[in-house]
Each structure stands twice: as structure tokens, then as C-alpha cells.
């Protein structure tokens, strides 16, 4: 069984720092409190915020410059998807906008793999259609979803359809919990997502892009009455 990743105390500094952010403790614009002060402040080192402070800069939430500081900046201008996650889980609002994104973009890789797919990727996505009606449970089966959608995106033959398929799914997974509306039942799931794959197996691009758009909607809407 492979080792669970540990948490690091950068990690768990980066979050904080994300969190006071997000939450306006430190607003855009404004400018951290000096190395030394903020290293106390959170009981770490300043070798330990500097790391954090590189990740945090690579983000677009901070902005530092020597002699000057380091400056808060807006993220909603100059932040980038890897933020997605920390959205979420500091406001479930964000879901809804990721699911906006997710329709759209999902229904356009499911026609550009019919189009695109290979014969080998063709058998993948129906092997793996078939582990989501096999899958143990809600979970499983939710994770076994998450796989086809990934190879669909790979069948594109376009990378940028998979880093962003990635993002999406990076973006809800900390909160998939709250999220197994859909998945509860094997069957139905794998029934939900046969149109899509058989649409692209058999190369109808306006099939699967349809396909696509009614698994995508159907899985929204159970989803979102699911936390509501």
C-alpha cells in the first residue's frame, strides 16, 4: 500500500496564509507586516515563510519585492486556476461557476474525442466504463467517473483538454464527499455515461457533444441538491 503524503509545516503555513487572504485579513493591496513580525506571528521560521511566500507569489496572491515587501494582490485579476481548490473550501459559491466551466468544457472534449479518438483509446474508454459499474461504492464509483472523463480528454489528442479537465477535478475533489449524489448507485452511473462513450466510440461528434451536455447537466443538478 503507498504512503499517504504528510503534511508539511510549509503546507500547513501556506493555507493559513491563503485562508487570511481570501478572508480579507489581508487585503488586496495592502502590504504583509514585516518577515520577522509575521515568522512570530504564525510560530515559524523565516526560511518557512519564504517557501510559502514563493508558493504564494507563484499563485498571483502575493507580489514581493526587495527593499519594498511583500504586497497582496488580486487574485481575481492576477491569480491562476491552482487557487481553485481554496475557493471552494473557503466559498461553496465557487461551484457553481466551476460546474459553469465544466459543462462547457466538457461537452466540447466529448466531440472533439469522437472525432479524434484511437482505436486503443476507444477500448480504454469502455474499459473504464465498465469499472464504473463495477466500482464498490459511492465513492469508488465517483473516482471510476472521474477516470473516463480523464480519458476523454486524453482522446482529444490536445494536452491543454487534460490539464484542464485536472483543474476542474482538482478543484471539487477536497469536497467530493459532500458531492457522491450522483454515484450512489453503480448502475445508474454507468448508465449516465454510456450515451457519452458510445457517442465517441462510434465518431458522432454532435452526439457525444449532446451526450456530454445532458450527463454533465443531470449531474449538476444532483449534485447541487445534494448540498442544498
Do not use: C
Request: charged letters at 30%; hydrophobic letters at 45%.
Amino acid at each position: 500500500m503507498e504512503a499517504l503524503p504528510r503534511e508539511t509545516i510549509v503546507d500547513v503555513l501556506e493555507e493559513r496564509l491563503r485562508e487570511d487572504i481570501l478572508a480579507g485579513r489581508h487585503p488586496a493591496g495592502s502590504y504583509l507586516p514585516p518577515e520577522r513580525r509575521l515568522a512570530d506571528g504564525y510560530g515559524v521560521t523565516r526560511t518557512t515563510l519564504k517557501h510559502a511566500f514563493g508558493r504564494l507569489v507563484q499563485a498571483g496572491l502575493l507580489e514581493t519585492r526587495h527593499g519594498v515587501g511583500t504586497k497582496v494582490l488580486d487574485y481575481a485579476r492576477q491569480g491562476g486556476a491552482d487557487l481553485l481548490p481554496m475557493l471552494v473550501r473557503h466559498d461553496p459559491k465557487w461551484l457553481h461557476e466551476i460546474f459553469e466551466v465544466r459543462r462547457s468544457i466538457g461537452a466540447l472534449i466529448a466531440e472533439r474525442a469522437a472525432a479524434r479518438a484511437t482505436r486503443s483509446q476507444h477500448a480504454e474508454l469502455e474499459s473504464l466504463l465498465e469499472a464504473v459499474r463495477e466500482a464498490g461504492d459511492a465513492d469508488a464509483v465517483q473516482l471510476a467517473d472521474i477516470e473516463v472523463h480523464r480519458a476523454l480528454a486524453r482522446a482529444t489528442g490536445n494536452r491543454v483538454y487534460a490539464l484542464l479537465t485536472n483543474t476542474l477535478f482538482k478543484a471539487y475533489l477536497p469536497v467530493r464527499a459532500a458531492l457522491r449524489g450522483p454515484f450512489t448507485d453503480a448502475e445508474a452511473a454507468h448508465r449516465r455515461l454510456v450515451p457519452v462513450v458510445d457517442a465517441v466510440v462510434s465518431g458522432d461528434g454532435r452526439r457525444a457533444h449532446a451526450a456530454a451536455d445532458t450527463y454533465l447537466r443531470d449531474t449538476e443538478r444532483i449534485m447541487l441538491e445534494g448540498l442544498a
